[in-house]
């Protein structure tokens, strides 16, 4: 059984409301790098990048980040040069806060090299954290059961959030 929590629209205006939320974190910013954990991440970060891309003269720099979601242990890799993202903004997004577990590794991974800052933006934020991370932008914020599982799916002209 499933329950849909999101539609299309209001996934819609929550990416524009992110957006903008990241743009006034950045005002002043040349370039904000946008990294997309593997996966819907990365879908919920092209999005972004798509708005943030039409409302500021920053340059966008998109950016996957690869991870086992499951073992992050394993390692984390960039489709960008260190170099790229050094001294720079950086936004890490991912479409569900969970345990936290994606997240923290993912920003100890931009934290190999100074950055100006480091923010975090989810679509979902489950509040079951393991680990001290927070979403600095977040679509909606929902109080689940453990046995609860959140699923979100990128479709042309058919994104929804169910909880099943």
Known sequence: M??????HQE????????AYQIYESNVNEKEIVVAGIIGTGLEFAKKISR???EIT??????CELNMDKK???KGVSTSIDKS???????????DVLNSGSTLIYGVHHFLQVPLKQIKTAVLVNRNHKKYPVKADFKG??????????????FEKDNDAVYLK
Do not use: C, F, G, M
Request: charged share 20%; proline share 2%.
């Open 2 to 7: 499933s329950h849909q929590i999101l539609t």
């Open 11 to 18: 996934i819609a205006h929550k990416i524009q409301r992110i």
């Open 51 to 53: 708005v943030l891309q």
């Open 57 to 62: 003269d920053a340059t966008i720099l998109l």
């Open 71 to 73: 073992n992050p242990l």
């Open 84 to 94: 790229d993202y050094e001294n720079k903004s950086v936004v890490l997004v991912d």
């Open 140 to 153: 909606i914020s929902l109080s689940t059961s453990l046995h609860e599982h959140i699923e979100v799916r």
